[in-house]
């Protein structure tokens, strides 16, 4: 296998490789020449990655495992579901999309994740973690009932299987006894390390057809003898249970086969050609390296998770033809504090609590990194939990320690607080439970798609009775608005954008941000503007800003959009002949449905246009294409008003 040390900046020649357009044409070709295809989509993957972006370590580890499952499986015809997605990218070469890897996740470029839309070889589409066995157990229940022949295959990594839809699912697929092979891609070392000679050859022997029918045979044979089948069975189990964690999956109902090497491709082949064809659920556990055959990521799988698109270095650029001054910043901007990501006012501010009030408690549902924990998770271990990807068990863990008198605040992105939307309610609100949200992603996060986007948290979090909803417009009011929650003695929510804020200084104290409160930000004029009120709600403010000063409109900053700040918005409805509700969520039930809702409540006939996402689910781009494209930048905003002026 060949080890890299850069990302290639041009593309790599991969003549193998660019002569396969379909898997049929992998499975055609000889044993001998499969190691040289997976380099060569190590290297291709490296290149396209580079050139867009994106998730990277996970790819990089199953590029061997993608060609084997290929290779083995009569694709599309053989279902192949794919788990979150992360990993698909190798998966995506092989299908036809090789050339269009370049721009993946890119505004009108492919989807970051397996997108049924996309290709007849993602047969189920992805985003969120461990679906991917309840999916294809389900295709292959329904095989069964149509009296289809077809293999059906789910690939899961260790992280996935943390949570506890996996379980759900691997319990079924037992008891039901279909015929599923669920491969396990352990990068992690969070089950076994027995990889090796022994186990390999244990594999090997395991799912060979001259063993399994000697032991179908056997178990004819014993069956006849009062006790010895239940001595077979308990003596096959403690052996495999000497050299691999079986014990567990075979309980389950699987048969049970690995850990073998990941990065074997002829082990991997023949065992899957092996373990295609058996009957029941099948289980193979597959050790694999994140980010193999890159040393960067080797050494550090968590930071090459995904990676950002990668301009060429200075010694592969042509030369500039002069030597350019830098741009001289004007007075203003030298003045104004540097933007900082909203996630980090979260860690900074999470730390600062902690050091002032030992009571609280910082959970996570593995998004340590991304929601900026790691300063805390050290300086706090004792006061840190990372529950894994169990975004429900981590909503009723924190209602659970609410109920001892200490104060939990659970940092998760607003698309997988969806996970956990039962727990909010039954757990949290019912019981009206001191329990913060800090909700990070929440609007359009960007490349991930509708998978990842935050689009639907203000409207599913106010219509839950008791539930404070609160939405900065810069990082200063991120902080109070923190406080704010953390202090309020009931479940509140703190939701805001991905990305940095418009540079706003953060005060040092954490004095919170009264609830409830509008600000008023700019006043209407005598020009026709005047005649519009913007209710802007967290993130669309700047913009509506922008459009005020255009218009001569009025403008406010609503901050909390549970409770409203009733007051503000009577007085903008009786002096205004035109509200604009803004807000980066779908506009059914929310933030603009609130102002209905109270203007309808206090019988106000006043005309209202409701700004927001549209009823539909917004693909992948760039923010500030996406905004642009749903008609909520500056532009945007400004002609829609125009339109309804007329």
């Not at 949290?428 to 990842?452: C, K, M, N, S, W």
């Not at 802007?536 to 403010?541: D, Q, R, T």
């Not at 959009?561 to 009786?574: I, Q």
Request: charged residues 20%; aromatic residues 6%.
């Amino acid at each position: 296998m060949k080890l890299f040390d850069e990302i290639p900046a041009e593309r790599p020649a991969t003549p193998l490789l660019d002569a396969l357009d379909t898997p049929a044409a992998l499975r055609a070709l000889p044993s001998a020449q499969l190691q040289q295809l997976a380099d060569e989509l190590r290297a291709y993957l490296l290149y396209s990655v580079g050139c867009s972006g994106g998730h990277f370590g996970a790819g990089l580890g199953v590029v061997e495992l993608t060609v084997a499952l290929h290779q083995a499986l009569e694709t599309p015809h053989d279902r192949l579901v794919w788990d979150v997605g992360h990993q698909a990218y190798p998966h995506k070469i092989l299908t036809g999309r090789r050339e269009a890897m370049p721009r993946i996740r890119q505004y009108g470029g492919l989807a970051a994740f397996p997108s049924r839309a996309e290709s007849e070889y993602d047969t189920f589409g992805v985003g969120h973690s461990s679906t991917s066995i309840s999916a294809a157990l389900g295709m292959a229940l329904a095989a069964r009932a149509k009296g289809e022949q077809r293999r059906t295959c789910a690939v899961i990594g260790d992280g996935a299987l943390t949570a506890g839809m996996a379980f759900e699912a691997l319990a079924h697929a037992g008891h039901v006894d279909a015929n599923l092979l669920v491969v396990l891609n352990d990068n992690e070392m969070s089950i076994s390390e027995n990889v090796g000679g022994i186990a390999s050859y244990l594999a090997r022997i395991l799912a060979s057809k001259p063993y399994t029918a000697m032991r179908e045979n056997s178990k004819k044979v014993l069956s006849h003898l009062p006790g010895a089948l239940e001595l077979a069975r308990r003596t096959e189990e403690h052996m495999k249970g000497m050299i691999s964690p079986a014990t567990l999956f075979e309980e389950m109902g699987f048969n049970y086969i690995g850990p073998i090497d990941g990065h074997d491709l002829p082990l991997l082949v023949q065992t899957l050609r092996n373990m295609r064809d058996l009957d029941g659920p099948q289980f193979l556990h597959v050790k694999t390296r994140k980010g193999r055959g890159f040393r960067p990521a080797e050494a550090d799988p968590i930071g090459y998770h995904a990676i950002t698109k990668l301009e060429k270095s200075d010694a592969s650029a042509a030369p500039p033809l002069k030597p350019t001054a830098p741009a001289r910043k004007a007075p203003s901007d030298a003045m104004r504090p540097k933007p900082r990501k909203f996630c980090n006012v979260f860690g900074d501010w999470i730390c600062d609590m902690a050091a002032a009030d030992s009571r609280l408690i910082g959970i996570t549902p593995a998004m340590r990194e991304g929601s900026d924990l790691i300063r805390f998770s050290r300086e706090y271990p004792q006061r840190y939990f990372d529950v894994a990807i169990a975004e429900q068990h981590a909503v009723t863990l924190a209602a659970g320690m609410a109920c001892e008198g200490v104060k939990p605040v659970v940092a998760i992105y607003s698309t997988f607080l969806q996970r956990g939307y039962d727990q909010l309610i039954h757990d949290v609100a019912v019981q009206h439970l001191d329990v913060t949200f800090a909700i990070d992603r929440a609007g359009l996060v960007g490349e991930d798609g509708p998978t990842h986007h935050g689009s639907m948290d203000l409207s599913f979090l106010r219509c839950v009775p008791g539930m404070v909803v609160l939405a900065p417009a810069d990082e200063a009011e991120c902080r109070a608005m923190l406080s704010a929650a953390y202090h309020h003695p009931g479940p509140a929510a703190v939701r805001y954008p991905r990305g940095t804020g418009p540079g706003v200084a953060i005060p040092a104290h954490l004095e919170p941000l009264a609830i409830g409160r509008a600000e008023t930000r700019r006043e209407s004029g005598a020009a026709p503007g005047a005649r519009v009120a913007l209710l802007a709600f967290g993130s669309l403010n700047p913009a509506a800003a922008e459009v005020a000063e255009r218009l001569d409109a009025g403008h406010l900053n609503m901050r909390s959009v549970k409770p409203l700040d009733r007051d503000a918005v009577l007085a903008a409805a009786a002096g205004h002949d035109l509200l604009v509700t803004l807000e980066e969520n779908v506009v059914a039930g929310g933030a603009g449905s609130a102002v209905a809702e109270l203007l309808v409540a206090e019988g106000i006939q006043a005309p209202l246009l409701q700004l927001g996402l549209p009823d539909a689910f917004v693909e992948h781009g760039k923010p500030a294409e996406l905004l642009a494209d749903c008609g909520l930048d500056a532009a945007g905003i400004e002609a829609a008003i125009r339109a309804r002026l007329g």
